[in-house]
């Protein structure tokens, strides 16, 4: 099975802060990463599919990278609205696996 | 609008069996894949099973000899199954379509006497 060690698991940052996320593969998964925001009580919202692709509708301030096993999410100017947490998901290979979160918080 | 939305029993017993549903709207299941996850309190997201447009499933090792996922197409609703169920099966049980780009909102299921 495939491991994703995803970090920090909180991250406490302030509205205009640029933050990373990041997900680290036990093995290549060949860009294909997602990555999500949960809110509480909601279901999971889809930012980015296979690295860095902007899922539709969401704000262009959310951008993805990585290649083989690294992979990140970048935040470049938080906004109030972005305080949740954070999820990656590989689907390169079965078992899926999703990394441990990240949850974001006001300084 | 594709939606999804979870339901099922909140309490099973211990050894029980838990029934889940799955009902979609918005998109054919004939067209699209739906996925099962769960997430135990305090802990990550595990994926359960798939069921493809085709209706084949793929499972989690971990779970297949206690799972089964099914359809009724008619019906635009995706069953999920586990038997033997124990405290640890605690955990807030999601849907989510193929590509996982759609979810429910997830039903929580506590394993409890």
């Known amino acids: 099975d495939i491991q994703m060690t995803q970090s920090p698991s909180f991250l406490s940052a302030s509205v205009g802060d640029r933050v990373t996320i990041n997900c680290k593969a036990s093995?290549?998964?060949?860009?294909?990463l997602n990555w999500y925001q949960q809110k509480l009580g909601e279901a999971p919202k889809r930012l980015i599919y296979?690295?860095?692709n902007l899922q539709t509708g969401i704000p262009s301030r959310f951008s993805g990278s990585g290649s083989g096993t690294d992979y990140t999410l970048t935040i470049s100017s938080l906004q109030p609205e972005d305080f949740a947490t954070y999820f990656c998901l590989q689907h390169n290979s079965f078992p899926l696996t999703f990394g441990s979160g990240t949850k974001l918080e006001i300084k | 609008q594709v939606q999804l939305k979870e339901s099922g029993p909140g309490l099973v017993q211990p050894s029980e069996t838990l029934s889940l549903t799955c009902t979609v709207s918005?998109?054919?299941?004939?067209?699209?894949?739906v996925n099962w996850v769960r997430q135990p309190p305090g802990k990550g997201l595990e994926w359960m099973g798939t069921?493809?447009?085709?209706?084949?499933?793929d499972y989690n090792s971990a779970l297949k000899s206690r799972l089964s996922i099914s359809r009724d197409t008619s019906k635009s609703q995706v069953f999920l199954k586990m038997n033997s169920l124990q405290t640890e099966d605690t955990a807030i049980y999601l849907c989510?379509?193929?590509?996982?780009?759609?979810w429910g909102q997830g039903t929580l299921v506590t394993v409890s006497s």
């Open positions: 093995q290549n998964i060949n860009k294909y």
């Open positions: 069921i493809w447009n085709d209706g084949s499933t």
């Open positions: 989510a379509r193929g590509s996982f780009a759609y």
């Open positions: 296979n690295t860095n």
């Open positions: 918005g998109f054919s299941l004939t067209s699209y894949g």
